[in-house]
């Protein structure tokens, strides 16, 4: 087991010290916590992810949180997954234009 935690379906008025004192209750060591958020508005987007000092954190925080509301909104917590790879490019065929016909 990584270390990395996902915590999803936060509640939009969650911020990063009710979050934090969540994670780190009962003794649990956080060594890094990112709340994502949009890149245009600013606002949070419901997720976020914590480095949990080891494994042993790690696990203990995912028994104690899953599942558990917090602000009012039921948590999903667990490990984190490598982002998998994204298809190339978008763009779109484009080619060709419109013919208008006489």
Not at 13 to 29: F, H, I, K
């Amino acid at each position: 087991m990584g270390a990395r935690l996902y915590i999803g379906n936060l509640s939009w008025d969650t911020n990063e010290d009710t979050l934090m004192a969540a994670l780190s209750e009962d003794g649990r060591g956080v060594k890094e916590l990112h709340m994502v958020t949009d890149r245009e508005t600013g606002r949070p987007r419901g997720f976020a992810f914590a480095e949990m000092a080891n494994d042993s954190d790690a696990q203990g925080a995912i028994d104690a949180l899953n599942g558990v509301e917090l602000d009012g909104r039921q948590l999903t917590v667990n490990e984190a997954r490598e982002r998998q790879p994204r298809g190339g490019g978008g763009g779109g065929g484009g080619g060709g234009g419109r013919r208008d016909r006489w």
